[in-house]
Nanobody
């Protein structure tokens, strides 16, 4: 049972990155699917989510710039990040939350994170 993020890197302000979160060993789309981020010295903060009822939410700070989506065939969660700002720099983590027992052996599962750096 694992979540693995990829797609992070360094980009100039105004640029774009596409993060992916690949799930293995469980049915990701049956859980709440979340993106969080954590910058040095700051608390982890919510970025975006696709809830179990398929509703989509964004943090106010990323609305209009980030788009969350899922690829059920690949068991994957995606975060398209456009118009990146220096304040978006952080480690981005994906999580599966509130997984039903028939979809995953654990209720909550976290990835290790991928670093996003935004230079001005």
């Amino acid at each position: 049972v694992q979540l693995q993020e990829s797609g992070g890197g360094s980009v100039q302000a105004g640029g774009s990155l596409r993060l992916s979160c690949a799930a293995s060993g469980f049915r990701f789309s049956s859980c709440g699917m979340y993106w969080y981020r954590q910058a040095p010295g700051k608390e982890r903060e919510f970025v975006s989510a696709i809830s179990r009822d398929a509703s989509i939410r964004y943090a106010d700070s990323v609305k209009g710039r980030f788009v969350i989506s899922q690829d059920k065939t690949q068991n994957m969660l995606i975060l398209q990040m456009d118009d990146l700002k220096p304040e978006d720099a952080a480690v981005y983590l994906c999580a599966a939350e509130q997984c039903p027992i028939w979809a995953a052996p654990e209720k909550d599962i976290w990835g290790q994170g991928t670093q996003v750096t935004v230079t001005s």
